[in-house]
């Protein structure tokens, strides 16, 4: 009963985790190593993926100044430092600004770039397609006139040898002789 009872893994009870040997890394390889075994212990649990840091963002100026500096003499000088800070504060809102703008510059610069890549890569397929096309077309011419070449040279020669159709059908004549009649499709 005692067993059922404890809060530590002991050798007498069943079930529960196992007991890991503390491993220290040494090197930032074997952290990665042990992080991967870890992870992949309980390959069905999901890996914590860290979502993304939000980039800085400063402070809004305020829309309404309710202590302005003056330039009068009597100002302390505990006064000169709040001025140090707003100013740098500035300062760091218009770097912010500035970053931005570029920003979105060289994405617009991008966009535009990549367009006309795309635009050059049509053109030169456009121009290869003209290419591969005429070569097809003249492909085609070719073997055109060598069919009609053909085709006139046949004629010639059938005029002149009625008696080789006659042959030729003889020859179709027996051959159907020859085969059976259920194989031509006769009955």
């Known amino acids: 009963m005692a067993a059922h009872t404890q809060k530590h ?14 491993i220290i890394a040494k090197t930032p390889a074997e ?28 402070r809004a100026p305020p829309e309404f100044v309710r202590d302005v500096m003056g330039s009068s003499a009597g100002a302390g000088s ?13 300062y760091q809102r ?16 991008y966009l535009d ?35 009609e070449s053909n085709n006139k040279t046949e004629d010639g020669a059938d005029k002149s040898s009625d008696d080789s159709e006659e042959e030729d059908e003889d020859r179709e004549a027996e051959d159907d002789a020859e085969t059976p009649s259920f194989i031509m499709g006769k009955k």
Do not use: C, S
């Not at 003209?130 to 006139?145: S, V, Y």
């Open 9 to 22: 893994n002991k050798p007498g009870k069943a079930g529960g985790k196992e007991a890991q040997p503390l």
């Open 31 to 58: 952290e990665q190593r042990l992080k991967l075994e870890r992870l992949m212990r309980n390959p069905d649990k999901l890996a914590p993926i860290p979502d993304r840091l939000k980039e800085w963002n400063p």
């Open 78 to 90: 505990g006064e000169f430092h709040v001025y140090r800070h707003l100013r740098r504060r500035e």
């Open 94 to 109: 218009q770097d912010f600004l500035d970053k931005v703008a570029e920003k979105q510059d060289k994405d617009v610069e």
């Open 113 to 147: 770039k990549v367009e006309l890549n795309k635009l050059a890569a049509d053109e030169r397929t456009a121009k290869r397609r003209k290419k591969r096309d005429k070569i097809k077309e003249k492909k085609l011419m070719a073997k055109k006139a060598k069919l």
